[in-house]
T-cell receptor, first 115, second 113 residues
Framework: AQSVTQLGSHVSVSEGALVLLRCNYS??????LFWYVQYPNQGLQLLLK??????LVKGINGFEAEFKKSETSFHLTKPSAHMSDAAEYFC?????????????FGTGTRLTIIP | NAGVTQTPKFRVLKTGQSMTLLCAQD?????MYWYRQDPGMGLRLIHY???????AKGEVPDGYNVSRLKKQNFLLGLESAAPSQTSVYFC????????????FGSGTRLTVV
């Protein structure tokens, strides 16, 4: 079974600083990978996805992620943090063996922005 | 666009009571899913459906039942609620084409006392 590991359940960065949220995956086949964001008391919203096209993927709100097969990683970055980025972020991998979009989620990283 | 709508948004149950959570989507998605979210555990799949009239067990199905009588609706039932089922429940839907991702509802916060 495929899985993802998110390193760091809580990350704090200063406003304007680089945001780096880590995600490593395990998969026996080329995976599809996703990042979702959850704002307080809301559902999850798709930030970006990797589906075996370009390895550098750009998403909404200035976020991007790079697929690195050699490191089995799909880390999420943003050059300059904004207060509105405070949220919980989930990495997910698609289980292609089911032939559909059955996603397995990481345990999440809560991002705090320090003014 | 309504997307995925979950009702109710909040509910408090007594141990042993039953209830049904409703999920409705208006995007003509084939696949629908129920997840529960607990602190430090991320999202865990309870049940899912790959089309009208079908259901399948996910990672944590015990204590829950589901039905998909209409393509747009996916119901999650708790027959006899337990405190361990206190959680936030999310419904999601997707097309059958891999790579599209999910559309999530806004969640139902359930407390069992």
């Amino acid at each position: 079974a495929q899985s993802v590991t998110q390193l760091g359940s809580h990350v704090s960065v200063s406003e304007g600083a680089l945001v780096l949220l880590r995600c490593n995956y395990s998969s026996s086949v080329p995976p599809y990978l996703f990042w979702y964001v959850q704002y307080p008391n809301q559902g999850l919203q798709l930030l970006l996805k990797y589906t075996s096209a370009a390895t550098l993927v750009k998403g909404i709100n200035g976020f991007e992620a790079e697929f690195k097969k050699s490191e089995t990683s799909f880390h999420l970055t943003k050059p300059s943090a904004h207060m509105s980025d405070a949220a919980e972020y989930f990495c997910a991998v698609s289980d292609l063996h089911f032939g559909n979009e059955k996603l397995t989620f990481g345990t999440g990283t809560r991002l705090t922005i320090i003014p | 666009n309504a997307g995925v709508t979950q009702t109710p948004k909040f509910r408090v149950l007594k141990t042993g009571q039953s209830m049904t959570l409703l999920c409705a989507q208006d995007m003509n998605h084939e696949y629908m899913y129920w997840y529960r979210q607990d602190p430090g555990m991320g999202l865990r799949l309870i049940h899912y459906s790959v089309g009208e009239g079908t259901t399948a067990k996910g990672e944590v199905p015990d204590g829950y039942n589901v039905s998909r009588l209409k393509k747009q609706n996916f119901l999650l039932g708790l027959e006899s609620a337990a405190p361990s089922q206190t959680s936030v429940y999310f419904c999601a839907s997707s097309y059958s084409v891999t790579g599209e991702g999910y559309t999530f509802g806004s969640g139902t916060r359930l407390t069992v006392v």
